[in-house]
């Protein structure tokens, strides 16, 4: 296993070669979805989409995305 030196010279290098690539790290902050209290927000949320015609709308247009996507393969 590598030590925590080589490690941090392997990440600099790699970071190195992204920005020499026109690139620049970001980091995001994203919800745990593995929290109970995710879970029982995205229950109250799709409850709250329950019957909503412009949800049905969007739903219709997903799967008929999707459909055309799963051709192209």
Do not use: I, Y
């Not at 970071?15 to 995205?42: I, K």
Request: charged residues 30%; proline residues 7%.
């Amino acid at each position: 296993m590598p030590s925590t030196h080589e490690s941090t010279g392997k990440v600099a290098r790699h970071r190195e070669r992204m920005r020499a690539a026109g690139l620049r790290p970001v980091q995001f902050w994203v919800p745990d979805t593995r929290s109970p209290e995710f879970a029982e927000q995205m229950r109250q949320q799709c409850q709250n989409l329950k019957g909503d015609p412009a949800e049905a709308d969007v739903l219709r247009f997903t799967e008929e995305a999707a459909t055309h996507v799963e051709g192209w393969a």
